[in-house]
């Protein structure tokens, strides 16, 4: 069976600082991979998809995510963040539904 | 905005009531689907409906039982839950049932005394 696993339950990172944050799959084909993001009492909003071609994908907010097959990975990267970017994101992997990881809150300090 | 919108957004109850969560999409999409999402947990698929029909319920105890009158509403009716049903509930819709990007609700917030 696929699944998402994200290591880091929590970061803290300082404004204007990179963020990286971890996403590994387990599963033989292609996955169909996602990031979502989801803000304090909002619901999930959709950062960026990967379905094929190119392995690094650009998405809203600044973020990208590059595709690593050899170490299925997935990883979300900001540049430069901000503090409006304080929120827990989540990897997930669809395959006839889509199965999300626990989760990494990402706490921004000035 | 994103196109869909949950009722109430904060809900108490007690184990013998019964409540109904509301779901409504304003984006001409044809599959809706309810989450729970718990504390440190992956959220959990529960339902999935798509152009009306359920295609997917995730082995759902019955005292949560769906309702899909058209493919803009979506309703989760709630009877003699239990404290560890507390979560927040999230309703998502996407243009079909597959491959699709899936957008949310904000979510319900429910509390199970």
């Known amino acids: 069976a696929q699944s998402v696993t994200q290591p880091d339950i929590h970061i803290t990172v300082s404004e204007g600082a990179s963020l990286e944050l971890r996403c590994n799959y387990s599963y033989g084909a292609t996955p169909y991979l996602f990031w979502y993001v989801q803000s304090p009492g909002q619901g999930l909003q959709l950062l960026l998809k990967y379905f094929s071609g190119d392995t690094l994908v650009q998405g809203i907010k600044g973020f990208e995510a590059e595709f690593k097959r050899s170490q299925s990975s997935f990883n979300l990267r900001k540049p430069s963040v901000h503090w409006s970017d304080a929120a827990e994101y989540f990897c997930?992997?669809?395959?006839?539904?889509?199965?999300f990881g626990a989760g990494t809150t990402v706490t921004v300090r000035a | 905005e994103t196109g869909v919108t949950q009722t109430p957004r904060h809900l108490v109850m007690g184990m013998t009531n019964k409540k109904s969560l509301k779901c409504e999409q304003h984006?001409?999409?044809?599959?809706m689907y309810w989450y729970k999402q718990s504390a440190k947990k992956p959220l959990e698929l529960m339902f999935v409906y798509n152009f009306k029909e359920q295609t997917e319920n995730n082995s759902v105890p019955s005292r949560f039982s769906p309702e899909c009158p058209n493919s803009s509403h979506l309703f989760l009716h709630l009877h003699t839950l239990q404290p560890e049903d507390s979560a927040l509930y999230l309703c998502a819709s996407s243009q079909e049932w597959g491959l699709e990007t899936q957008y949310f609700g904000p979510g319900t917030r429910l509390l199970v005394l």
């Open positions: 984006l001409g999409h044809n599959a």
């Open positions: 997930a992997h669809h395959d006839y539904k889509l199965s």
